[in-house]
């Protein structure tokens, strides 16, 4: 018979998960499924990082991180993508609306213009 593993046992209850199913993180820690499903969604057993853009979850090496603090995974990051994409939308939105702006401020414009002329010419 080969010789018994070490037991592992779970860091936050003490159970022993040597045959139970378990969980290790970064720091070769055990976790039983109870405790690691109860545990703080921040720690990320593996130190996944959700890409912004994408959605995807990277491992941190595997990601940039932008000023906004925002992970961009290198596939996105290859492809072009700096930011999540509700600031990339709002950065294309923002100079869109300034030219519909433009647009319906002309319409008026030229709408009061031709309004003024027609009654120039209905008064001659
Ligand atoms: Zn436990
Ligand atoms: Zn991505």
């Known amino acids: 018979m080969e010789k018994?593993?070490?037991s592992k046992v779970c860091r936050t209850c003490g159970a022993d998960v040597t045959e139970a199913g378990r969980w290790k993180n970064l720091q070769?820690?055990?976790?039983?499924?109870?405790c690691f499903a109860k545990r703080p969604k921040k720690e990320d057993p593996q130190g996944l990082k959700?890409?912004?853009w994408c959605g995807a979850k990277v491992p941190r090496q595997k990601c940039h991180k932008n000023r906004h603090g925002e992970y961009i995974c290198?596939?996105?990051g290859d492809a072009g993508h700096k930011?999540?994409?509700v600031r990339t939308?709002?950065?294309k939105i923002r100079p869109a609306g300034k030219w519909v702006l433009y647009?319906?401020?002309?319409?008026?414009?030229?709408a009061v213009a031709y309004k003024v002329f027609g009654m120039?010419?209905?008064r001659m």
């Open 74 to 76: 290198r596939r996105c």
């Open 83 to 85: 930011e999540s994409r």
């Open 89 to 91: 939308l709002k950065k």
């Open 28 to 34: 070769d820690e055990y976790y039983c499924e109870a």
């Open 120 to 122: 120039l010419a209905g």
């Open 4 to 6: 018994a593993e070490k």
């Open 103 to 110: 647009a319906v401020g002309a319409v008026v414009v030229i």
């Open 50 to 52: 959700r890409c912004s």
